[in-house]
């Protein structure tokens, strides 16, 4: 087995930390630091968040999508003029 320089730790989950955070699909500035650029749902491995607040999170994102307050995905705008035609 391979020798780390470092004990990996995890990351604490930032809505364990603070209780009285709560997890709702109307607050879209919350919601906007979970999903990608183009809107896609992080990973818990680059949140930090634990198993049941990212459960929780992926349902008020589901939810805000459905209720058109987060986009389902974000258009690609490319640099490329053509394809050499």
Do not use: W
Not at 3 to 22: D, G, I, N, Q, R
């Amino acid at each position: 087995m391979a020798e780390y320089a470092h004990p990996l730790h995890k990351k604490p989950c930032p809505f364990c930390k603070e209780p009285a955070t709560v997890i709702d699909y109307k607050d879209t500035q919350l919601l906007r630091r979970y999903i990608t650029d183009r809107g896609k749902i992080k990973p818990r491995r680059v949140t930090g968040v634990c198993t049941q607040h990212q459960h929780k999170l992926a349902v008020a994102i589901k939810r805000a999508r459905e209720m058109a307050l987060l986009p389902y995905a974000v258009p690609i705008i490319s640099n490329r003029i053509g394809r050499g035609r």
